[in-house]
């Protein structure tokens, strides 16, 4: 009898020593990861400046007719020569947008109505800044007698973004390294990047318009600045 006990001791013993290597710390099959030391998050900025390359403008015709026909079909003949003339002066049909026909009364001093006003105006897209003038004055020789812009543009300006959205990446990993070297750690890797929002381009008026020797009307893009922000988490170690 005590040598049976004395077996199934034995064996229990052997047992437990069996199960406490599998799940032994440190051994090879139960290795833990090492806890996280925690990260950083950081903002960056940065712009870009662009000269744009073309340029909008709105140019409208207004009339008075003694009835609203008389006015509107007034109206109608002298848009359509400023739309001729813009044509001629190189802006293609598509880049032409009719933004407004409207009539309205006109009254005397005693509230009657005199007669009726017309007007029609059309957006044109230069994208060729250098005939910008050229263009202004075209639509005024051919009667346009109203005219505003122009309102300038990139057509790359999902490129320029991109370069401000890169460079404000590297803003952000700079300021990243300096705090944890101020904090005798170590940058690790990304671990979030939200972008921040892109606000429309800023015109910066930094050249004077040129005195032209040429009775044209004298435009000049300047420059626009692009800016993107973000904001980076990076692990520290």
């Known amino acids: 009898m005590k040598l049976a006990r004395i077996g199934t001791i034995v064996a229990l013993l052997a047992a437990a020593v069996a199960l406490g290597t599998v799940i032994r710390p440190g051994s090879a099959q139960g290795t833990a990861e090492p806890a996280p030391t925690g990260g950083i998050t950081v903002s960056g900025t940065a712009t870009s400046r662009a000269v744009p390359d073309q340029a909008t403008f709105s140019f409208g015709v207004q009339t008075e007719g003694a009835s609203a026909k008389a006015a509107l079909g007034a109206n109608s003949a002298k848009m359509a020569l400023v739309i001729a003339a813009l044509k001629r002066a190189g802006i293609a049909e598509k880049d032409l947008q009719t933004q407004d026909v409207s009539v309205m009364p006109r009254q005397n001093e005693t509230g009657q109505i005199s007669g009726y006003y017309a007007s029609n105006s059309v957006q044109a897209l230069v994208r060729r800044i250098a005939g910008a003038g050229a263009v202004v004055d075209a639509a005024v020789g051919a009667g346009a007698n109203q005219s505003s812009g122009p309102s300038f543009d990139q057509s790359r300006r999902d490129a320029v973004y991109r370069s401000a959205l890169r460079a404000a990446v590297a803003d952000a990993r700079t300021k990243a390294e300096a705090l944890a070297a101020e ?28 005195q032209s020797a040429k009775a044209e009307t004298p435009v000049e893009p300047g420059t626009q600045e692009v800016q993107a922000t973000v904001t980076v988490t990076f692990e520290l170690s």
């Open 183 to 210: 904090s005798n750690a170590s940058l690790g890797r990304v671990t979030q990047i939200v972008e921040g929002f892109a606000g429309e381009p800023v015109p910066m008026y930094d050249r004077a318009v040129a």
